[in-house]
Every structure is written in structure tokens, then in C-alpha cells.
């Protein structure tokens, strides 16, 4: 059934395929996981896709993590073209800004820079920092956050960071319109990773979750299921 619903790729090999053709435009998009599971990677690949059509992209880091670190992180894997970052990929620390303001300053903060850059693709990375520094206003942030990236173009990937054995973080599950999770586990000496659709707004997606590997040349890709 065509429901009308907009999409974009996701930049992500193999994705696409489990969520008929794409991430809703516009949307705000969960990839939860543990520490190294590949959200960052995920996130890249995002906006690379969406450089290469031409798109605008907007990077917040919660961590302040210079320009230069991103770069050398990011530089490592050859899908990643460096001459991107600064035009189409505009990159916004939020680090400072996290342990001085409160969260109606950086909503504002945020939703200036998108009215700067006009992006179609917005990355938060990873929001969850937010909500050691914010405490009781999270909630609150995190409600007027989506609210506000609906009112623009985009679709946004917001990361959300989880101890291992933590399933997702539940509370910004909510409020977004998809929810995918990254995972990792020790099988046989081997560390698999693996990626599962719980939720996607207006979409049969594939359901159980399905191996991941990252690569240097193309970042994270979905296997074919072994089933
Ligand atoms: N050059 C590389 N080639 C292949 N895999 C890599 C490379 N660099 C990092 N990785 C993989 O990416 C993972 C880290 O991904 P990252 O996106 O930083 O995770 P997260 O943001 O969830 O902590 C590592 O666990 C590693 O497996
Ligand atoms: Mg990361």
C-alpha cells in the first residue's frame, strides 16, 4: 500500500531493504546501543548518503569533541569524503554549552543552528549525555526537542547511548517516531553485533534483529539474515 509517507535512503547497506526503501521524511529516528556497537559509525553513514545526493547535514556532538577529532575518527573509513565536513556536513559542538546552559538555551541553541544550516539530515550524538546534565528538565527537553525537529524538513538520527545488557533508553523511545537498536554480544570468542527495527513510524519493517559488521570501506552494513 502507498501511504504517501516521503523517504530517504539511510546511507546504511542493507537497511533499506527491512523498512520499504528508506527512513521516513521527516522523522526523528532512535539508534540505540552500547559503547562501540557502531551509533557514531551508523550516524556517518547517514550523512555521507545524504552529501552524496546533494542533501544538507547538521552534526551536533554532545561530547566536545573538537572538529579535528571527529575528522581523524571519521577519516579512517573510505567511505567518509573529508571535503564534506564544513559545507555539507556542518559539524556543532554542544559540549560547553551542555555544562553552562539549561535545556531552554540549548533548544534554542539548536534549533538556530538548523535555521542557519537548513539541513534535511540532522545527527544529535549522542543525546543521552543530555540527560546526565539536564536531570529533571530531560523529560521536558526531550519532548519540546522532537516537537521542534518536526517543525522543520529533516529527518533526524538521535543516538542514544545504554550500559550493556540495557535494552534501549525507554524514555526517549517515546517521543521518537522509530526506534532502531544496535547490539553486541560474545559468541564463540567473536564479538557479533547486530542491528533490530523495534518500531518505525508508518512502516512494515523486517522484524528480529539481523547481523551487522563494520567495515573501513563502508561503514555499518546489515548481513542478509542467516535464517
Ligand atoms: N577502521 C575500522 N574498520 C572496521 N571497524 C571499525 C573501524 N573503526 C571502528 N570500527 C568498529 O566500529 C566500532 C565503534 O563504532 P562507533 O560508531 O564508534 O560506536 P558507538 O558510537 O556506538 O560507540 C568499533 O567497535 C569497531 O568494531
Ligand atoms: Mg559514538
Known sequence: MNTGLQRIPSGIDGLDEMIKGGFPFPSVVLVAGSAGTGKTTFAMNFLMEGAKRGEQGLFFTTLSEPTQWMLRYAGQFDFVKKDY?????????????????????????????IAETM???????????????????????LFELTNLLKNWQATTVLTGEVKPGEPYPAQISYAVDSVVILSMEEEEGTRRKYLEVLKMRGTDHTAGRQPLTITQKDGVIVLKSRF
Not at 559540549?95 to 543552528?113: A, T
Open 119 to 141: 539541513p534535511q539530515r540532522i545527527v544529535i550524538d549522542p543525546i543521552t549525555v543530555v540527560g546526565a546534565f539536564l536531570e529533571e528538565d530531560y523529560r521536558l527537553f
Open 85 to 113: 565536513f564544513g559545507n555539507e556536513i556542518r559539524y556543532e559542538d554542544m559540549g560547553l554549552l551542555l555544562q553552562r546552559e539549561g535545556y531552554e538555551e540549548l533548544l534554542d541553541f539548536i534549533d538556530d543552528k
